[in-house]
C-alpha cells in the first residue's frame, strides 16, 4: 500500500512551520535591519538605506575585518598542523583506545567557549599560571601575567579549534586505503616520507575542508579574544554582539553581520571552487 | 622515529589535557583566592554549584533548557530525514538542506538573527525563546545523525516486510525504527550537550531575563576570580563525557564522526 502523495507533505507541515518562522524569517530580518533607516525614537524603519555599510567602510572596521580574516587563517593553519599528525596516529590505533580519545575530543570540543576561556586566563595568570613553572625551573625570575595578549588569544584559539581539526580530519584519514602506505614502504620509502608523499596528498581535499571550517569556526569565536585580549584584538563577532547588547544598534549590528556572512561564505565559495572538491 | 612519535603524541595529550586537569586542580583549592599548585583540599566549591541558589538555578535552567531544546529539535528533524530518505521527496532534500544551514554560519548571526525576530514580534525574554532558538541552531547535529542512522537500513527488508503485507506504520516500527533509533539518540544527545555549553545565542534571547550556567559563568569572569567556575568547568566536562560515552555505547561513535564501518 502506498502512503498518498498528499499525506507525506502533511507529514512535513509542522517541521516547515518551525523552520520557516525561526529560521528563514529571522534570517531575512537581518538583511532587511541591515538597510534600515532610524527613526528619531531610536528605531529604525523599514527602507534601503545603506549607510551602515557606509559606516563599516571606514578604516577601523575594515582593519577588524581584515584583522578577523587574518587571524582566523592564522589559526585554521596551526589548528591542523598541531591536529593532523594525531589524527593520522588517531586512525591506527586499537579500536577500544580510538573510541576513548573521540569521547574525549568530544567532550572538550563540546566544553563552552567561556569555560575554555577562564581555564586558559587561569594558565596565563600571575598566581596560577605557566610563567611559575618558568620561574621554577629558572628561566624567569619573578611570575608575570600573560593576558591580555594577542599571544593569549591565539594559544585559547588554537585549543578551541583543535578537537573540531581532528573530527574534521579523522574521517578522510580512517578511510584512508591502507593498501598505499604498504605499497610506498615496500618500495622502500620512510615512513616519514611516506607521510609526506602520500597520505598528506591523498587528503589534501580533507585539509582543505577541514581549514575553511576551522576559519569559520573561528570567526564565530567571540569569548576568547574579550577575555583574553584587548580591545585591539576584537573580532567581528565580538562587535556585532557589542553593538547589539551594549550599543543597541540593531541596524549596524545587522550590517556588520552581513559582512561577517559574506565573508564566511566567500571564504567557503573560493576554496570549494579551487580545491575542485565538495567539503 | 618511534621515539619521535611518542613525544608528540605526549605533548599533544598534555596540550589538549592539561589545561583541564590544572582546573581541576584548582577546583580542590580550600582557598578563595586563585592558587596552583592549590593549598590543602576541598569539595567546597562543588558544593557551592549545588547550594547558593543562583548558581543552582543556572544549572536547572541550563539542564531544562538542553533537555527541551533537544527533544524539539529531534522532534522537528525526524519527519525531514525520513521523508527526503524513504521517499526521497525533493521538498524534503530542500528542507534539510536548509535545516542544516544555522549551524555552519557563525553563531553570531543567528543569534542576532534571534534577537531582531523574538523583539519583533514583542516576545521578550521567555525560556521559550532560547528553546526554540537552539533546537533551531542546533538542527543540523540530528538531521545528520538521524539521516545516517536511516542510510543504514537495508531496503531489503523494508521490501519483505512489506511482502509480508505490513502497512507503512508497522514497517517503520518494527524496521525502521530500531535500527536509526540509536542514531536519532545520538543527534538529541549531541544537541543536549551543545545546548548546555551555548553563550551567544542564550545571552541574545533571554540573556537578560533567564540565566544560563555559560551566561551567569561569563558575568562572574567579568567581577573577577571565583573558584566555582573551576568546579563548574569539572562538572560539564564529566556530562560531556559520560553523555558521549553513552552514545559509544549505543551507537556506533566512529561512524557517526564519518569512519567507514
Redesign the interface.
Known sequence: MQTSALSRYIGLIPSSVMIGAFFVIPFVLILLTSVSTPTDDGGYATSFDLQHFERFLTWFYIERALFSAGLCALIAVLSLLIAYPFTYFLTNFPPRTQTYWLIYILAQLSLSEVLIAFSWQILLSRTAGVANILVWIGVIEKSFAMTPSAGAVVAALVYLTVPFSVLLLFPALSRLDKSLIEASRTLGASPLRTFFTVVVPVTRPAIISGGVTVFVLTLGAIIVPQVLGKPEHWTLSVLITDQAIFNFNMPFASALAVVLLVLSATVIWLVTKFSGKKA | ?RAL?SI??AL?AL???G??L??AA?SFNAKK????PPRGFSFRWYAEVFVANDWFTALKNSLFVAFASASLSV???L??A??AWR?G?R??KA?LA??V??F??????????????FT?IGVNGLMINVI??H??FL?ALPLVTISLGLESVDTALIEASQTMGA??AVVFRTVILPIAAPFAFAGFAFCF??S?????IA??TV?FSVET??IK??NA?RYGYTPV??S??VI??VI??VI??LI?RFSN??RI????E
Open positions: 622515529m612519535r608528540y603524541l599533544f596540550y589538549l589535557i589545561p583541564i590544572v582546573i584548582v583566592f586563585l592558587a596552583f522532534l522537528i528533524a519527519p525531514v525520513y521523508f521517499y521527496l521538498y524534503a528542507l536548509l535545516g544551514a544555522p555552519i554560519l557563525p553563531p553570531v548571526i543567528m543569534a542576532l538573527a534571534f534577537l531582531l525576530f519583533g526554540i532558538a533546537a533551531i538542527l502497512s507503512n550537550v551543545l548546555l555549553n551555548e553563550y551567544i545571552l541574545m540573556g550556567l555559560p559563568i561569563f569572569l567556575i573551576a563548574i568547568a560539564f566536562m560531556n563525557i558521549f560515552a559509544a561513535l566512529a564522526l564519518g569512519a567507514m
